[in-house]
Structures are given as C-alpha cells and as structure tokens.
C-alpha cells in the first residue's frame, strides 16, 4: 500500500494531567524539530509534521509499511490551556507539550510555533518554567543552564 504526499497521517496521542497542566504525546517519527509545527488556541491543539520524502516512492522499493509524514493531528482538550506558557519537546521520535492549565475566569493566551533545533533530531520550544509556571522563552532558559553549568564564567 503506497501513500500519496498529500495524504496526512493521523497522529496517535496520550494525554495525561497534573493538577496545574496538561501533558501530550504524540509519535510523530523521522522528523527533524523545524518540520514540526503547534498551534494551542484555548482547548485546542493542532500539531504538523512535514513531509519528509527521503526514500519515499521509489520503484524498486520492495515494502513500505509506513511514510515519515505529513502528519497531522487536531485534539480538543478537556479545558483550556495556555499557548504562550507551552513547552514543547521533541526526542526519540515522540513530541511532547506540557500546557499549563488555565483557571476558569482567565482568558487562554493563543499560540503557533515550530520548534528549534538544540541539536540532531532533538528540539525543544521553552514557554515556561520552574513548578509555579514563569513565563520565560527558548533563549532565557538555555542561558539560564548555561550560566548554571558554568557558574563564574564571564560571557
């Protein structure tokens, strides 16, 4: 069975909660982190997977279980979550986002990203931190483990 490029896979998901957030996985294999995209709008969550065509559809190929994309995948979540606030992660051939919950009265921050590269295959996308939920960015944190590796160094 051969898949035409324009057919999207859906993507399967687990979601799990804590008592401030909402936790989701979802396969999405073969990919490198820029050719994921997310978008958080309220209770709802949309995550793409680019095509990556890399051996795909050749002649001689003699069996082709599975593509490596275009996924796709839109997930209504059970409350609102915070966009702005999201992380994202990417390792293994798994995406995870941990949304912060929204209480009931505040307005949800929207959000779309793709995620950035931290190096081969893995990516990341930093939206908050610390277990009181800080606002903070990809940058911020990363200089943030790098002055605590490296405390007393000049930069």
């Known amino acids: 069975m051969t898949m035409a490029k324009s057919q999207q896979q859906t993507v399967p998901v687990q979601i799990h909660q804590t ?14 982190p820029e050719d994921i995209s997310v978008a958080v709008a309220g209770d709802r969550v949309t995550i793409r997977g680019e095509y990556r065509g ?5 002649e001689n190929l003699l069996v082709s279980e599975w593509t490596i994309g ?5 997930i209504v979540l059970p409350q609102p979550v915070d966009g702005a606030l999201t992380n994202a992660s990417y390792g293994n051939g798994v995406l995870v986002l941990s ?13 779309e990203f793709r995620l950035e590269v931290i190096e081969a295959t893995r990516g990341q996308r930093v939206g908050h931190t610390g277990s009181n ?18 405390p007393g160094e000049q930069r």
Do not use: C, F, N
Request: no cysteine; charged share 25%.
């Open 19 to 32: 008592d401030d957030r909402i936790v989701l996985a979802a396969p999405m294999p073969g990919l490198e």
């Open 54 to 58: 890399a051996r795909q559809g050749q």
């Open 70 to 74: 275009p996924y796709y995948r839109e």
């Open 99 to 111: 949304m912060p919950k929204v209480a009931q009265g505040q307005r949800a921050s929207h959000a």
């Open 133 to 150: 939920i800080q606002p903070t960015t990809t940058q911020e944190h990363r200089q943030r483990m790098e002055q605590t590796a490296h």
